[in-house]
């Protein structure tokens, strides 16, 4: 069992590392997308030969460093985010939006009272974790009732952890690894730690569970204000390989003219990644910000279009 979970914990620290070089391929792509450059000098710009940023890229991302430019040009966001908002009408009118998600996962919510939003999680027991990810490291935090925070770690662990304290400021909290572990398998099956902690686990491996079909489901446990939790739970509604707009979400919420706040509410998101706040784009098609980096929003995204539950390509369905 040891020797498993450490052998989880190395891949998954060596593929959070790559995550690091990627990160600066993808700044030069869109610092330099509109002259398209060639493999060899992103290569270069990054400290990599071409060979070795190819072979890099393209087992990090699913997709070759040509076709990633692609993605990243606002005329293909744009004909991407018609697609999109095709598909979210038709699946929201047949009462399929939560087929859709990030590796099919089955999320439930859960949020506060309005008396617990305002003790701040008095009596409440919080116990975190830190784990590397495909993108980079993050802090993920759980309660009785469910995830409360997961976020990747910008300027260090310790503000990453402060930032969930300010949230959270009356609750215990418990630094617990074993606790947070499983839930981080989970949420990131293409990570070797998931992999090695579903067999350690006694969990089904196989490439059905894999694209979550018969993961039991996840609960959040979200704080936030009546009008954030709405937004939150139309972010839900966004189904993997596909995108939308601040916009669209006000109105889906029965609040067209409040697009500035949904702006705000998004960028509150306190559960990155299943809570999909990353499919969120500017209706002009630019990818716009994100509150753990632009590349790392267009490298979730990039993940995410580049193979769905089936095998299929999304992005040759966009070419």
């Not at 891949?11 to 990627?22: C, K, M, P």
């Not at 590796?103 to 027991?125: I, M």
């Not at 994100?290 to 979730?300: D, E, M, P, S, V």
């Not at 580049?306 to 070419?319: I, L, N, Q, W």
Request: glycine share 8%.
């Amino acid at each position: 069992m040891e020797s498993i979970l450490r052998q989880a914990q190395n891949d998954a620290t060596e593929l959070s590392g790559q995550y690091q070089l990627i990160e600066q391929a993808i700044q030069y792509i869109e610092t330099n997308v509109q002259r398209q450059p060639e493999l060899n000098e992103i290569a270069s710009a990054i400290g990599l030969s071409e060979y070795h940023f190819q072979r890099l890229f393209t087992r990090w991302a699913g997709i070759s460093p040509k076709r990633f430019m692609q993605f990243l040009t606002k005329e293909h966001a744009k004909v991407l985010l018609a697609r999109s908002e095709n598909l979210l009408d038709t699946t929201h009118q047949v009462g399929l939006s939560s087929l859709g998600r990030l590796h099919d996962l089955f999320v439930n919510t859960e949020a506060v009272t309005p008396g617990e939003y305002k003790s701040r999680g008095a009596g409440l027991t919080i116990r975190y974790g830190l784990h590397p990810t495909p993108f980079g490291k993050c802090l993920i935090a759980t309660t009785e009732r469910g995830i409360c925070h997961l976020g990747f770690v910008q300027t260090g662990e310790g503000n990453s952890i402060d930032n969930l304290v300010t949230d959270w400021k009356q609750s215990k909290m418990i630094e617990d690894y074993k606790t947070t572990a499983p839930l981080i398998a989970r949420i990131f099956p293409e990570c070797e730690t998931g992999s090695a902690f579903n067999k350690a686990d006694g969990f089904d491996t196989s490439r059905e569970n894999r694209v979550g079909l018969l993961n039991p489901q996840l609960k959040l446990h979200l704080r936030g204000t009546n009008f954030q939790i709405k937004v939150w739970e139309a972010l839900l509604k966004i189904p993997a390989g596909t995108v939308t707009t601040y916009e669209h979400i006000a109105a889906q919420i029965g609040n067209p003219n409040a697009v500035r706040a949904v702006g705000t509410a998004v960028g509150h998101n306190p559960i990155a990644v299943l809570i999909p706040c990353h499919r969120v784009i500017r209706k002009s098609g630019e990818f716009g910000n994100y509150r753990y980096g632009a590349a790392r929003k267009k490298a979730l995204l990039a993940r995410e279009f580049s193979v769905d539950p089936s095998g299929a390509t999304f992005m040759s369905r966009y070419e």
